[in-house]
């Protein structure tokens, strides 16, 4: 029974948070959700009092990230529920969370109230308002209704001070010129903050529907990081991320600085390409969306998102304005496009030796082929075309890879190695199933270096352990992630197809050793300097993670001969030390570390605004000069397949002549294959 459910399991690094579009009752829907949970994860925690506890402090950080709205006074009223959630669950009374909904609405209220107030009022500029940008934990609430004017105040002239600053010519900026001009910018800034909370206020099913599903995913989370409360829609836009394909119109939308949603760009191939009126750049004003006209002046991008991703909605008509001021309405109807961060493209360094080069963004399947055949088919389709251009080598890149499908990356290892255990699989009642490699024969048996980085998780640690386990393959770059749990998606309700979701860990996954590395990351046999360092966040820093434990090896696995990887580590060591981009990296980290670590707060004045976002930008420049600096340029010859296509397709050549150049100059693949040519000279 084990194997058999691998094929609905995912592993998923993303945090998802939903809004239910049921309107059963709140304490029902609780209870169909502590009856899954209770029944399919992984590990179950029992209803108690410290359930209670770990659920509500979830709850309160979910709370505030929704906006910094509420008082001591109203943090302190809600304290009573900290030790009595498991009571209310148990006695079916969720009344509770009608106070949480009725403050915060108040709240929402009272700050657009001062927010307002500030557009008539005469704000001065002379140092008396401090701002501090370290929240500690006293920062869920203010401590009374004048703590919040003043924070809004200081907050709104700072915002103002900073728009002028990045909207006008440097040489142009004076304290005269800004105070001249403040009131229009104040304008703008308030205008804007309003917007946001009336968008909180607005969004689809409500204040109370959105506090309610805070609690249920909260509850889902105090199980672990990375298990969560979705709905349909969530569920529709999670399975886009690692489709193959996906039915839409085309186009992709972000909201601008000054508020309006903005098309940020128009997918090949979509049904929005073809009709060639919406573009680039165009304002959408309005959608219809199933007889329904929804005004997106105050309107979350996020929601307008997950509403054209609804696959009921078969249609969406846009109502736009073009950069000329014209206005137009046009219909689109959903099509099947390609997504273009799942294709895969294989290319070659050129030089003495002819090394290949593969990025995988996601471990991506296609839930329609009856085969599933999705990211490992692809990857064995670039590995024939590399391999029929003499390649010597391969790097793997699975930087900032936040994992996929299970199935992808057990067919991914299949590839090489010839047969054995990848990985073990854990269930909740403690019973094990070995995963392997069922295949005999490789797809390719030359040197092999996977490039991995703190971002790397799930399905990407669970590849570049069994390649490391086997001594298949040179793992380089930054401890990975450290996630080693397969979530599966599951209904509330299986007999109504209009469900919400929940995607529950149920199971943990073991290295072919028998050890874990969850919570611990995959540890690189050749480490490179990240700016990351001790900033990136990793399993082990989340609330709630699944202990690192081990579990016995049934099937022994049969690794290659060991590799020398203290020579191979050395000569990396001196050539990173040799070189001034990760020089300057190392430095670069530093600086952030001390940045984000220190205690910035700043008068409110001008002169000190300008200052402080001149030192901020300094910095951030730094880190970005620090990874595009001068290198040993890399030679990357294309494949025949994309050499075809960038003869007839003018937007890819323009896309591939962008990425060669990017990966020429990228600092951690000239390291990866300098490593591999010393590798080859053994």
Request: proline share 2%; hydrophobic share 35%; glycine share 4%.
């Amino acid at each position: 029974m084990l194997l058999n459910k691998i094929t609905l399991l995912t592993f998923i690094s993303c945090i998802l948070f939903s809004k239910s579009l049921l309107s059963q009752d709140f304490c029902e829907q609780w209870k169909l959700l502590q009856d899954v949970v209770s029944t399919n994860h992984y590990s179950p925690k029992p209803i108690d009092d410290k359930m209670s506890e770990g659920v509500f402090d979830l709850m309160m950080e979910a709370i505030n990230d929704k906006g910094f709205h509420f008082l001591k006074s109203d943090f302190d009223a809600f304290e009573k529920d900290r030790i009595q959630l498991d009571d209310y669950l148990s006695n079916k009374d969720c009344s509770f969370l009608t106070a949480y909904v009725t403050t915060f609405e108040k709240r929402i209220q009272e700050s657009k109230k001062i927010i307002s107030e500030l557009s008539s009022a005469t704000l001065s500029y002379d140092g008396r308002d401090t701002l501090h940008f370290t929240r500690n934990n006293d920062d869920l609430f203010y401590q009374s209704v004048e703590n919040k004017k003043q924070y809004w105040r200081k907050s709104i002239k700072y915002r103002t001070v900073r728009r002028y600053i990045n909207e006008v010519a440097k040489e142009k900026q004076t304290e005269e010129a800004f105070l001249a001009i403040e009131k229009t910018y104040r304008t703008q800034i308030i205008e804007n903050a309003l917007c946001q909370l009336d968008e909180t206020l607005s969004v689809k099913n409500g204040i109370q529907r959105q506090f309610e599903n805070i609690v249920l995913d909260a509850y889902v989370k105090y199980h672990d990081p990375h298990s969560s409360f979705l709905d349909t829609q969530d569920k529709t836009a999670y399975e886009a991320q690692l489709a193959t394909s996906l039915i839409a119109t085309g186009v992709q939308t972000y909201k601008n600085k000054e508020g309006a949603i903005e098309v940020s760009y128009i997918t090949p191939g979509s049904s929005a390409f073809k009709n060639r009126t919406i573009a680039e750049g165009d304002i959408i004003t309005s959608v219809i969306i199933k007889e329904e006209t929804i005004d997106l002046s105050c309107f979350s991008n996020d929601e307008l998102q997950r509403q054209m991703q609804d696959t009921s909605v078969e249609e969406v008509t846009f109502n736009i304005q073009k950069s000329d001021g014209v206005l137009k309405q046009i219909t689109l109807v959903k099509s099947k496009i390609e997504v273009e961060e799942n294709n895969l493209t294989g290319f070659v360094i050129t030089g003495e030796k002819r090394i290949g080069f593969i990025s995988i963004p996601s471990f991506y399947t296609d839930y329609e082929s009856p085969n599933g055949l999705g990211m490992a088919n692809d990857v064995a389709r670039e590995l024939y075309k590399l391999q029929k251009m003499n390649i010597d080598a391969l790097i793997i890149d699975v930087r900032d890879n936040g994992g996929g499908s299970m199935k992808e990356a057990i067919d991914l290892s299949g590839l090489f190695i010839d047969r054995g255990p990848v990985a073990i699989l854990k269930d909740q009642a403690g019973e094990t199933a070995t995963l392997r490699d069922a295949n005999r024969g490789v797809a390719f048996t030359k040197p092999l270096a996977i490039l991995v980085n703190e971002y790397s998780a799930s399905a990407s640690e669970f590849f570049s352990a069994a390649m490391q386990d086997y001594n298949r393959a040179l793992i380089i770059g930054v401890t990975t992630y450290g996630k080693s749990s397969a979530q599966v998606m599951i209904p509330l309700q299986e007999e109504d197809e209009n469900s919400d979701f929940t995607k529950l860990t149920s199971e943990v996954f073991y290295r072919a050793t028998g050890k874990s590395h969850q919570a611990q990351g995959v540890i690189p046999d050749i480490t490179l300097p990240s700016i990351y360092t001790d900033i990136a966040s990793s399993e082990a820093s989340e609330k709630y993670p699944l202990p690192n434990d081990d579990v016995t090896v049934k099937l022994k696995a049969r690794p290659l001969p060991r590799i020398d990887k203290e020579r191979l580590s050395q000569n990396s060591l001196a050539r990173i030390q040799a070189n001034t981009t990760f020089t300057s990296i190392t430095e670069s980290n530093k600086k952030l570390v001390t940045m984000l670590n220190e205690d910035d707060h700043i008068p409110v004045t001008f002169s000190k605004v300008k200052e402080y976002l001149a030192y901020r930008d300094t910095l951030w420049n730094s880190f970005r000069e620090a990874t595009s600096q001068e290198n040993a340029m890399l030679t990357i010859e294309n494949t025949v397949t994309t050499t075809e296509i960038n003869g007839y397709d003018a937007t890819a050549k323009k896309a591939n002549e962008q990425l060669l150049t990017d990966m020429s100059t990228d600092p951690y693949i000239i390291e990866a294959s300098n490593i591999l040519k010393d590798y080859l000279k053994n």
